[in-house]
């Protein structure tokens, strides 16, 4: 009896994840020697530029995917690479690949590395990553 229960319990998890969704790719600016490597985003980046963080929301997901899919607008105050044409003011949404980092809190300035928003329809902008600029004491 208890081996048909293993057997049950192990067809069930084999079905599943054959079943399931593929696994997200490592994130944009991540390698293997850097969670993050700041030269690799900025290659990788459209536009860099500072500044703040208004219209925050939060949308947690609880079990099983224990995640917070935000929404929130960046407000550019200087561009650093890109960005002359581009809007002042971004809106992003936290997704599970795409944008897959969790804005946590809206204080402070903010470092973002980001993609040009494609010209189709219902396209969404995209970040490669974000930083919180630590205020120097």
């Given at each position: 009896?208890?081996?048909?229960?293993?057997?049950?319990?192990?067809?069930?998890?084999?079905?599943?994840?054959?079943?399931?969704?593929p696994p997200c790719p490592p994130p944009p600016c991540w390698t293997p020697k850097a969670p993050f490597d700041p030269a690799v985003c900025d290659a990788k980046a459209d536009w860099i530029a500072v500044?703040?963080?208004?219209?925050?929301?939060?949308?947690?997901?609880?079990?099983?995917?224990?995640?917070?899919?935000?929404?929130f607008t960046f407000v550019i105050d200087r561009w650093i690479k890109g960005g002359d044409k581009l809007p002042r003011e971004i809106t992003f949404n936290t997704g599970w690949c795409t944008n897959g980092q969790?804005?946590?809190?809206?204080?402070?300035?903010?470092?973002?590395?980001?993609?040009?928003?494609?010209?189709?329809e219902n396209a969404q902008w995209e970040f490669l990553h974000f930083a919180k600029i630590e205020e120097k004491r």
């Open positions: 009896m208890m081996k048909r229960l293993v057997l049950a319990t192990l067809l069930a998890f084999l079905a599943c994840s054959a079943f399931g969704t500044g703040h963080v208004t219209k925050l929301i939060h949308h947690p997901a609880g079990f099983p995917l224990d995640k917070d899919f935000t929404e969790e804005m946590r809190d809206d204080t402070g300035n903010f470092r973002f590395w980001g993609k040009n928003k494609p010209d189709v």
